[in-house]
């Protein structure tokens, strides 16, 4: 719980260019075909206003587990249960629907999205504003991610945030 206290630190004391990092992720996987079309098929952005509804939403999801104690209860362990749940919901439909072409949502477009949102700060901190210089807070910002990951359902093999820094940020 340390070493995750001192992620939502380092965090904290980078707020504006992690959050900036991680709009540039949700970008990237909005142009990514593949994520593009699992997002058109879940209806949940195909308007303008249900778009802005959903990024909203996901941002002050995230927004909580930077900031909000985590433990069995709290608004952060309720968060990434309700974003879990949601992910395993449109997993199901969409295997419901597989005969239309539909695909469950794949491990790897799970840790591609989790790159998505932790990715950019690790590897453009300074181009992002982020005072990077602390290799300690680093690795708690990678550990803070691998413990939303697993929660979230990325298996370990799946889970890039086990490995080492070195390798997170290569």
Known sequence: IVLFNRGQKYFSDNRAGIML????GLFSLICEPAGANFLDRTNQSST????????????????????DELKPGSKSWESLKRVRKMHLLASKAAKEK??????VIPQCAMAMTAFGFMGYALTKPHQ????????????????????????LGIKDEFNMCLYPLEVVES
């Open 21 to 24: 990092s991680n709009v540039y």
């Open 98 to 103: 597989e005969q239309r072409g539909y695909q």
């Open 128 to 151: 992002l504003g982020i005072r990077s210089d602390n290799k300690e807070d680093r690795e708690a910002f990678v550990h803070l991610w691998a413990v939303i990951c697993g929660m």
């Open 48 to 67: 303008p206003t249900s778009a802005r509804k959903r990024y909203i939403s996901t941002i002050l999801y995230v927004l909580s587990w930077y900031t």
